[in-house]
């Protein structure tokens, strides 16, 4: 029997289980257990992809959480810990004699068994496999090749962000300059575009969008996700539903407006004041420091009139705790009162959430759920502003 659930796919690792740094721009509460707690009790995500899995100490923790009877491995792929599954992850920074710049992908495998495979594969190849998104001294398409040989999936990151991503910096004009496209099972969006906007660009047409949070924190954690057409969560059948088979799909993809996202509109990074695109010299302050925003350089890509019929719709919402009287206090109070952060975004009742909140901000959730939200776009690594009744909200 199908069933709707709810995924984040990109979520990294701060700390090891011993104190260790894994990605070290993330929180040092991020840990494999916090993560999976977290999501379990408080957002009410049913899948979760972890992608500093790869690291020794990762899979370590999460092989004392299935010897402690806390977490057990599926034979469908993943582990389940409570109420989600944890799918087995990497993040892996590319740069090879076909790339014009830096650029990251996501590595995805059905068991531990698997991705210690990769890891070992990998040790040579990196300077050092206890870190997130560590450079890769080798081809993308031997990468490639390797994950399907180990029988995962490979999708390209956060395709449109500025830096390190596959048009931000990767390639001229097309992903075949760095990749076998034909093993390619999906492409992440990121924070600064929805469906429409890749939409624009052929070569996307035939792949499903994924939207996921990368989040560096517990709290940003389903920032960005998806829902999902499953039998059940696990590898298996998401690797069905990246394939449309037998009825397995991605839903509907939720997301930030793009216009929230910090690489939006082309802007001077000193002065941050928008500029037009392909500026050379920032015309306010002289800096030559000029970030383009990945509208433009969607625009510049631009070579489709239409988009796929079957396009799973976007819904722009936010988190709770970027809106206006969502402290730590409240949102306690919410998952309290109404369960976890899915539930209260999707199914509380308009009664039930008035029981909580005040009027203006039940509004405003379920304005969200229909994907109205007004905002004022961010560029050049400054998140956009949340427009409430007149007044700008930072997030």
């Known amino acids: ?65 299935i010897h402690q009877g806390k977490a057990k ?56 496999i206890s870190l997130s998104s560590q450079r890769y001294y080798g081809t993308a398409s031997a990468l490639q090749h390797k994950v399907k040989e180990l029988e995962g999936l490979f999708i390209p990151a956060h395709i449109f962000t500025p830096f390190k991503s596959s048009y931000g910096k990767g390639v001229k004009t097309s992903m075949s300059e760095v990749f076998d496209m034909d093993l390619i099972d999906a492409v992440e969006l990121g924070l600064s575009a929805d469906n429409k906007m890749a939409d624009n660009i052929r070569e996307l047409h035939s792949y499903p969008y ?69 500026t050379k010299i920032c015309p306010h302050c002289h800096s030559k420091k000029i970030v383009t925003g990945v509208y433009d350089r969607i625009q510049a890509l631009k070579d489709a009139t239409a988009a796929p019929n079957n396009r799973p719709e976007y819904f722009c919402q936010v988190p709770l705790e970027y809106l206006p009287g969502i402290g730590k206090k409240t949102f306690d109070k919410l998952i309290a009162s109404l369960g976890t952060e899915m539930a209260i975004l999707h199914y509380s009742s308009k009664e039930a959430l008035e029981e909580v909140l005040p009027a203006k901000l039940v509004d405003i959730i379920l304005a969200m759920r229909n994907g109205d939200i007004q905002v004022q776009a961010g560029g050049g690594g400054n998140y956009g502003r949340l427009l409430i009744s007149d007044e700008s909200i930072d997030i």
């Open 210 to 278: 994924v939207t996921n949070s990368d989040s560096h924190s517990l709290a940003k954690i389903a920032r960005e996700y998806q829902k999902i057409t499953l039998a059940s969560p696990s590898f298996t059948e998401l690797k069905k539903a990246l394939r449309n088979e037998h009825g397995r799909r991605i839903e509907e993809n939720y997301g930030m407006s793009p216009k929230l996202g910090k690489y939006y509109t082309t802007v001077c990074q000193k002065c941050l004041k928008a500029v037009s695109y392909e």
């Open 1 to 65: 029997m199908l069933s709707s659930y709810f995924a984040d796919l990109h979520i990294h690792v701060g700390r090891d289980m011993y104190g260790g740094p894994v990605k070290i721009a993330a929180s040092k509460h991020l840990t494999i257990t916090n993560v999976l707690k977290e999501a379990s009790r408080r957002k009410g995500l049913d899948l979760v992809g972890v992608i500093d899995c790869h690291a020794p100490n990762v899979q370590e923790e999460i092989v004392q959480l």
């Open 73 to 128: 491995e599926l034979p469908e792929g993943g582990i389940q810990f409570e109420h989600v599954t944890l799918l087995l992850g990497s993040e892996i920074e590319i740069y090879d004699e076909h790339c014009q710049g830096p650029l990251h992908v996501l590595c995805y495998f059905k068991s531990l068994n698997n991705m210690k495979d990769f890891t070992n594969w990998l040790r040579d190849k990196m300077k050092n």
